[in-house]
């Protein structure tokens, strides 16, 4: 098949066709952060951390790298001001939401965020929110035991209608997939009563 | 009338080509009396809150109990908004065109009496300028219907909308008989493109070009594909898709079926907002009617074009409007934006090409296949063509729907239309589009209002409300409006929308009480460009434009409330004290009376003194005071 050829911070980078341009970028070792992404599942756009900046002469827009597939000619940068503003903005509302976290925080280390100035409202949470939990259960395992409840401020992660679901098998891909380990805490108010005795997570 | 045409209109009769609309139509003329009294009471929901059924009943009562003994009995018609809201409930006498105000059931058998048994006006009841003292009869006399060019609002407020027939006698369907009988669907699009019709829901997209991609798009994919009309209106100060899908819903149906004939769709979707059910009722109630006769469902006037459309409720997200989330929730799920980059008319409702348009887009329909895409374009400016429908609110005087051609200043329609705030003094600013919009100051006052150029000063059209602000709103605390508002709306999937409006509203919190610094305001400008960029969908990436625009023309009062701990308006509450002027003041003791707080002292027929320290800052003292002795500071 015809691959796609366009550039990634001025370096021509080859692509398949459906490919991504984090796919692409993350074959050719150029670092893009992202938190809920997995190979394992479908790309859900919700984390924002791996904007990129496409830019054409005077003409730029910024787009999630996940979900914008490969396109030919395309010039593509990762590091630009715009970029790194919204990074770290996410990074720092996130060490204010999630504090528990040692994952965020290190990830977020890493692109220079090591404060945020605002104030913590839990320090004991853990979820983001990335709903990895709800697509693995979803698309891998086919159960959708897990979904998000209510919206905006208010979302959260939980089984419908917020009761043990007894579709749950305990199959532990939410616990494993889970970025922060928040879902280990949260495994519990998935699981019902399940008809299937399962060996022990291991997470 | 002859007895057969009272029978044929009695019952509809399905209509087998144009010609047979033609005749329904000159039947239905031919069966009204021009000179026939009618009482029209509008019905709008503004004139609905102020009594509107009530003086309608007042009016089929007195007339009865008039006992009246003219050839030509009077009728009564109740009709959608009529438009100038504040002053409902409105009632218009035709054939004559008295136009009356703020009508109680109590002024029923006057106006029987002067204008219905005789054409005499009654003048208290009429439209009176605030400035000069002058009454006007009719509504081609009142500045602001005067000064408008209602096009696609038009019928609303003149037909009664739950009655097919009177909606046809004024032209209805007309434009779809023309279509099907003598355009090719090509031709319609072409007629489309030619117009320069842009989409009214916000974007402003060019409606031609997408309903041109679509049919790309379906030479690709193939059918079927689908046409939705988005009647989500959610924008706080909105209701003009309220009042056309209320007061004209068949302009909304006559264009659905004109762009389902163009991409051969056999399918729509009406997506309306529950909060809405009389527009809902009226659609419904116009779709029966259509179908009955034969404009709506199988082989519609013979043309062998079918088509139909059902009504999905909204369940009371803001974000539904968004036209992915839109989709997700038609679909069943919970409605939340789409993650792709893939156009809806590639792959939209059931991931089939659809072609998704405003109400007022859908409503332009029929207008631009009865004048022809040409003559449209020569309404309003380049790239901003036609009439645009606005919800005049907020501080000014005649609050209401307005149509003016794209690209008229922005002062005539606030001031010349609008009246201004009142007083004689300028207005602050306008706030356009909504919570996606932005605040246009005085001084940008002759902005033309169209796309292109509200985008240059940073706000935007948005749907079309249109918000005057006086010398008493704070721009924190409208800012702190919109986000708290949005940040309730957000689906909360994407982390810049679901954390970031809470933290921007945060700030303005603090400033709204005196906290924070001038860094504070560079951090909330770099915030909301992190949203601006970062963000899934539009809800998100334009909520911070009345922030950015209020920052970008209002930044002393930013910098009074955290540098001098101010609110200039006098809205904030932490930040102003209420007192008691002991010159004015002569001891009624009504503000003391009616204080929650009790904080409020002093002996009969002497000054009164508030204590600050108890002091709610609900400022009922304020409104109750008669002798303005009460003040802010």
């Given amino acids: ?203 | 009338m002859s007895d057969s045409t009272a029978a044929k209109l009695q019952t509809p009769w399905r209509l087998t080509s144009p010609g047979d609309l033609e005749t329904l139509r000159n039947d239905i003329i031919e069966s009204q009396d021009p000179n026939r009294p009618t009482i029209v009471v509008c019905h709008g929901n503004g004139c609905l809150a102020g009594g509107g059924a009530k003086v309608a009943e007042a009016f089929r009562q007195g007339l009865s109990d008039a006992g009246i003994n003219a050839k030509l009995m009077p009728g009564v018609k109740t009709t959608g908004c009529q438009g100038l809201c504040s002053r409902g409930p409105l009632v218009t006498i035709q054939p004559h065109g008295f136009c009356y105000q703020r009508v109680q059931p109590g002024d029923a058998a006057e106006i029987i009496e002067k204008s219905v048994m005789a054409t005499e006006p009654v003048e208290r009841l009429m439209h009176r300028d605030t400035k000069t003292g002058e009454v006007f009869h009719t509504e081609e006399e009142i500045p602001f219907y005067r000064l408008q060019e209602r096009r696609v609002i038009q019928k609303i407020g003149k037909i009664d909308p739950t009655d097919i027939t009177d909606a046809i006698a004024t032209g209805a369907y007309s434009s779809l008989a023309k279509v099907l009988s003598t355009m090719t669907p090509q031709e319609v699009v072409l007629e489309m493109e030619k117009s320069g019709l842009r989409g009214r829901g916000g974007a402003g997209f060019p409606t031609g070009r997408k309903w041109r991609s679509a049919l790309q798009a379906i030479e690709k994919k193939g059918r079927p594909v689908y046409v939705v009309v988005n009647g989500d209106e959610g924008d706080p100060g909105a209701f003009m898709d309220g009042a056309i899908m209320e007061g004209d819903p068949h302009a909304v149906l006559e264009g659905l079926i004109i762009g389902a004939y163009a991409l051969g769709a056999e399918k729509g979707y009406l997506y309306v907002r529950a909060e809405y059910p009389m527009a809902i009722k009226h659609l419904e109630m116009a779709m029966a009617q259509a179908r009955s006769y034969g404009l709506m469902g199988e082989n519609i006037l013979n043309s062998g074009f079918s088509f139909d459309a059902r009504i999905n409720r909204g369940a009371g997200a803001f974000v539904c409007g968004e036209s992915t989330a839109l989709f997700t929730s038609i679909e069943g799920k919970a409605g939340n934006p789409r993650p792709k980059y893939v156009r809806s008319v590639e792959e939209g409702l059931w991931g089939r090409p659809t072609v998704l348009n405003n109400v007022e887009t859908w409503a332009n329909i029929p207008l631009i296949m009865g004048m022809g895409g040409e003559e449209y374009a020569k309404i309003g400016v380049p790239h901003s063509t036609g009439t645009k429908v606005f919800c005049l609110v907020g501080k000014v005087e005649n609050v209401g729907l307005v149509e003016v051609p794209m690209g008229t200043p922005m002062t005539r329609i606030v001031e010349d239309i609008g009246g201004g705030v009142g007083g004689g003094k300028p207005f602050k600013a306008v706030q356009t589009g909504g919570p996606s919009g932005g605040c246009i100051p005085y001084s940008l006052k002759d902005t033309p209002v169209d796309f292109d150029s509200l985008t240059k000063v940073g706000s935007m059209m948005g749907s079309g409300a249109m918000i005057v602000m006086d010398e008493t709103d704070c721009v924190v605390d409208v800012g702190r409006y919109f986000l708290k508002f949005l940040e309730e709306e957000s689906c909360g999937k994407c982390i810049p929308c679901r954390l970031g409006l809470s933290r921007m509203r945060e700030i303005l919190d603090n400033f709204s009480q005196g906290k924070g610094s001038a860094a504070d305001i560079e951090d909330l400008t770099s915030l909301s460009n992190a949203l601006k960029d970062g963000a899934l969908c539009a809800l998100g990436s334009s909520a911070p434009n009345p922030v950015l625009t209020t920052i970008r023309y209002f930044k002393d009062e930013y910098l009074a409330h955290v540098e001098d701990h101010k609110c200039p308006a006098g809205v904030c509450k932490s930040l102003i004290t209420f007192a008691i002027d002991p010159e004015k003041c002569n001891g009624c003791m009504s503000c003391a009376r009616n204080c929650p707080a009790e904080c409020i002292t002093g002996k009969k027929k002497e000054p009164h003194a508030i204590d600050a320290s108890q002091c709610l800052r609900c400022g009922i003292c304020l409104e109750t005071c008669k002798f303005d002795a009460i003040f802010v500071s």
């Fill in chain 1, 1 to 203: 098949m015809e691959k796609i050829t366009f550039q990634i911070n001025d370096r021509e980078v080859e692509a398949r066709p459906g490919w991504t341009v984090l796919e692409t970028a993350r074959e050719y070792g150029i670092e893009i952060p992202t938190l809920c992404f997995h190979e394992a599942v479908l790309p859900s756009g919700a984390c924002r951390l791996c904007m990129v900046e496409i830019k054409d002469g005077d003409w730029s827009k910024l787009v999630a790298s996940c979900i914008y597939p490969a396109a030919k000619g395309i010039n593509v940068y990762t590091e630009t001001e715009r970029v790194s503003n919204v990074r770290r903005w996410i990074f720092e509302m996130l060490l204010a939401q999630v504090p528990a976290s040692p994952e965020i925080a290190d990830l977020a280390a890493r692109y220079g965020v090591t404060r945020t100035r605002f104030p913590v409202k839990d320090p004991e949470e853990m979820c983001m929110l990335c709903g990895l939990c709800q697509r693995v259960c979803e698309e891998v395992v086919g159960l959708s035991a897990i979904s998000t409840v209510d919206r905006g401020v208010h979302k959260r992660v939980g089984a419908p209608f917020l009761r043990p679901s007894d579709v749950c098998v305990a199959c532990g891909c939410c616990v494993n997939i889970c970025p922060t380990g928040a879902m280990r805490a949260l495994f519990d108010s998935i699981r019902g009563e399940t008809k299937t005795t399962l060996t022990q997570l291991t997470a």
